[in-house]
């Protein structure tokens, strides 16, 4: 048995012939993922609300020597989703894999927090998620099998000041993806959430250009802030074979900033 995992172990984490969708590419952790999952062997379909964004990394990752198309998506937006569902469709013939990447933050205290910015954060975050899961998940039940990997972090688990609409989103993804788990366990899909720590992207450039940077640094473990490079190894065991008996859980990747 020891030596049959040993002679399959690529076959087990290797990804060939499937449709990966990654929504988000903003951030820099989307490409990351990306491009970990065409290297396990899955054609690539990005998509972001700036179609150029999309375009820039799905011609970097060509260049790298793996297949991508870009896609247009605003995933506020149902109707929108579904078209890019269906474009995706049209292009690759399934989905396997989707990961909700699509995020944003905003840093203010509660009551100085605009509905506005409330609701930005909320509905691209929590309701993406939802709508986007949704239309794919229509295609994965048909096809009795799938793998969502819905992007967390662990403010979903732990809290800081003027992160209110970010973290609420966050831990709403974890209950969300619980819910889906149940849900279509019977139909052999398999959704989980990755928690994120500190990444060293923009949408932490306010933190990375004050003087608390090293305060946040002093409480990981592994004594740095991750990189989008990351969440490479968590995204394709999740979207692999080997984590066929997982469903439901959250993986963080944060450098055992929840340990303490």
Do not use: H
């Amino acid at each position: 048995m020891i030596m049959d995992v040993k002679e399959n172990l690529y076959s087990m984490f290797g990804l060939e012939d499937e449709v990966a969708l990654i929504t988000g590419t903003d951030q820099g952790i989307g490409e990351a993922m990306a491009y970990g999952l065409a290297k396990a062997g899955a054609r690539i379909a990005i998509a972001d609300k700036k179609f150029n964004n999309a375009c820039i990394v799905a011609e970097r990752l060509e260049k790298s020597g793996v297949k991508a198309l870009p896609f247009k998506v605003d995933v506020q937006d149902a109707d929108n989703v579904d078209l890019m569902v269906s474009n995706v469709i049209r292009a690759f013939g399934t989905i396997d894999i989707l990961v909700n990447n699509t995020g944003v933050s905003r840093r203010e205290e509660c009551v100085k927090m605009t509905e506005e910015d409330w609701d930005q954060v909320v509905n691209v975050n929590l309701k993406g998620t939802f709508l986007c899961s949704r239309a794919v998940g229509r295609i994965m039940l048909g096809n009795r099998k799938g793998k969502v990997i819905n992007l967390a972090s662990m403010m979903s688990a732990v809290v800081q000041a003027k992160r209110g609409p970010y973290a609420a989103s966050k831990a709403g993804i974890v209950q969300f993806t619980k819910v889906l788990a149940v849900e279509w366990a019977p139909y052999n899909i398999n959704v989980n959430a990755i928690g994120p720590g500190y990444v060293l992207t923009d949408i932490n450039k306010e933190l990375l250009e004050s003087n608390t940077f090293e305060y946040f640094v002093s409480k990981i473990p592994l004594g740095r802030w991750s990189i989008a490079e990351d969440l490479i190894g968590a995204t394709i065991f999740l979207s692999s074979k080997v984590s066929s008996y997982i469903t439901g859980q959250v993986l963080y990747v944060d450098g055992g900033y929840l340990c303490l």
